[in-house]
Each structure stands twice: as structure tokens, then as C-alpha cells.
């Protein structure tokens, strides 16, 4: 009898722990959710990526939902301090096991933060180059010219040179084409800033500039410059090549090119 009124006691206390753990897990859930609402409007309004907003969130709810857990566990008594043990050796031992996993991720969270490249940009890298297609945790997809899938881990891209063709609104466009020494220099390059001039998509108000680059052993290479917006770059360079080999060839202004001349000499 003496040891079930020993119980009472013990019960009650309890019975008390038990409801103030309840309640610190109901009003931590809600502050949780508070909270997270807040840092997820405070991360679109400085227009983090959705994938590092949605993986921050995650993160964050998952500390905070550690931490709740913890609280309620050492309200009622529970030993803390093998859980954070147990905790930790665990966290050690998956840190080990996904290490190069674990490098992957951290670049691509540094790729998500600093964002030296976003979706539809085209980079160039030493792994291959193409337009962004996607921007993961762990691995960034290009797609190349001809339609193929360029996979790159984020550690290894975020370690490396990476030019971004696309993300300014205009770029330079410079040419260079070779003439003979006989060739009417003074025409050439007349002939190449009125190129530049007449096309439109070249910005005027930044000015075109026609030089002479060097003179090699083939001839004098003369250079033309001038600003376009970054979507007409390639289309106006293939174009202007074209034009500017026909109205060479039209005004009679040599292009050299290097040949061989083969002579057979015959049995005496």
C-alpha cells in the first residue's frame, strides 16, 4: 500500500511535466511557423533563388523543430545531453560518409547565394559550356548548342572559372580580316566602318572604331569595333563575315590565304 502512495506523487509530477511539454510543443509549432513565414518574405524580397529559399526553409525548420524537441524532451526529464551526443557522433559519421557529397552541396548553395550565373544565362567553364538549364544543391545542368545535357557538380563549378556571356545587355563585337600589301588600305577600312554603320544592330552612340591590328607575313590585319545588344551578337557576326568577304571580293581587295604549290619533277 505504501508503495502505490508513493506513486501519487510521482504521477502528478508527471502528469504535470507531460502537459507543459504539450504545451511547449503547441506554442513551439506556431512560433515555428511565425518564424518561418517571416524569413521566407524577407528571402523573396531580396530575391533569393526558389531553390535556396525552399532549402533554407527546410534547414531552418529542421534546427528549429531540433531545438522544440529538445526543449520538451528535457521538460520531462530525459537525459539532454546523451541526445546531443548521440546527435552529434551521427551528424560526424554522415559528414564523413558524404563528404564529396557534402562539397557539392556547399557550392551549390554558394552558387544560389553569390549568383555569378542564373537560369537561361550562357557560361562558358572548363567543363563544357551552354545555357543554364538548372541550378541544383548538388549539380548545375547546361544545355549545349546542339541539344545536349552538360552535367557539372556545384563543388567542382564553384571552383573554377566561369565567364558569363549573357549577363550583360550588350557586348563588343570585334572583327579582324587579313589584306594584302597591295591593297588599297584606306578603302578597307572605309569599306568595314561603313559595314558596321549600315547595320542596325550596332549602337551608334558608342562609337565604331576601325584600326590597323598588326602586320604579319601574310599582310595587314585590320580590326573593326563596335556595340551590339548581347541577343544580336552571334547572328550579326555571322552576317557581317559574310558581307564583308563579298564586298572585299567585289571592290577587288585581296584577302590572302596561305596554298601550296606542288611540282612533280619527272624521271631523267
Request: no cysteine; proline share 2%; hydrophobic share 50%.
Given at each position: ?8 506523487p510521482?504521477?502528478?509530477d ?9 504545451l ?9 511557423g ?19 529559399l525552399?532549402f ?11 531545438l ?23 551528424g560526424l ?5 558524404l563528404?564529396?557529397?557534402l562539397a ?7 552558387i544560389?547565394?553569390?549568383?555569378p550565373f542564373r537560369v537561361?544565362d ?20 547546361l544545355?549545349?548548342?546542339d541539344?545536349?545535357k552538360?552535367?557539372i ?5 564553384s571552383n573554377?572559372?566561369i565567364?558569363n ?12 580580316v ?8 584606306k578603302r578597307?577600312?572605309e ?5 558596321y554603320a ?9 562609337g565604331?572604331t576601325v584600326y ?7 599582310g595587314?590585319?585590320i580590326?573593326?569595333r563596335?556595340?551590339v545588344k548581347?541577343e544580336?551578337?552571334?547572328?550579326l ?5 559574310e ?9 577587288g ?6 596554298y601550296?604549290?606542288?611540282r ?5
Amino acid at each position: 500500500m505504501e508503495t502505490v502512495k508513493g506513486w501519487g506523487p510521482q504521477a502528478l509530477d508527471f502528469a504535470v511535466r507531460l502537459a507543459l511539454a504539450a504545451l511547449i510543443l503547441i506554442v513551439g509549432f506556431k512560433v515555428i511557423g511565425i518564424i518561418r513565414k517571416m524569413v521566407r518574405r524577407s528571402l523573396e524580397r531580396a530575391e533569393v533563388e526558389i531553390t535556396l529559399l525552399r532549402f533554407l526553409d527546410a534547414l531552418l525548420n529542421a534546427v528549429l523543430l531540433f531545438l522544440l524537441i529538445f526543449m520538451a524532451a528535457q521538460q520531462l526529464g530525459m537525459n539532454t545531453a546523451s541526445i546531443v551526443a548521440v546527435t552529434g557522433s551521427a551528424g560526424l559519421a554522415l559528414g564523413l560518409a558524404l563528404q564529396g557529397s557534402l562539397a557539392n552541396f556547399a557550392g551549390g548553395v554558394l552558387i544560389l547565394f553569390m549568383k555569378p550565373f542564373r537560369v537561361d544565362d550562357y557560361i562558358v567553364t572548363e567543363e563544357g559550356e551552354g545555357t543554364v538549364y538548372s541550378i541544383g544543391l548538388v549539380y548545375t545542368t547546361l544545355l549545349s548548342i546542339d541539344n545536349k545535357k552538360v552535367v557539372i557538380p556545384n563543388g567542382t563549378l564553384s571552383n573554377m572559372t566561369i565567364t558569363n556571356v549573357t549577363t550583360m545587355e550588350k557586348r563588343r563585337l570585334d572583327l579582324t580580316v587579313t589584306i594584302g600589301y597591295q591593297a588599297d588600305l584606306k578603302r578597307a577600312k572605309e569599306l568595314l566602318e561603313t559595314l558596321y554603320a549600315d547595320s542596325p544592330e550596332i549602337i551608334k552612340e558608342d562609337g565604331i572604331t576601325v584600326y590597323v591590328d598588326s602586320l604579319t607575313g601574310n599582310g595587314v590585319v585590320i580590326g573593326v569595333r563596335g556595340w551590339v545588344k548581347t541577343e544580336d551578337y552571334w547572328p550579326l557576326r555571322w552576317r557581317l563575315l559574310e558581307e564583308i568577304k563579298l564586298t572585299f571580293e567585289r571592290e577587288g581587295i585581296e584577302i590572302p590565304y596561305n596554298y601550296m604549290n606542288v611540282r612533280m619533277i619527272g624521271e631523267k
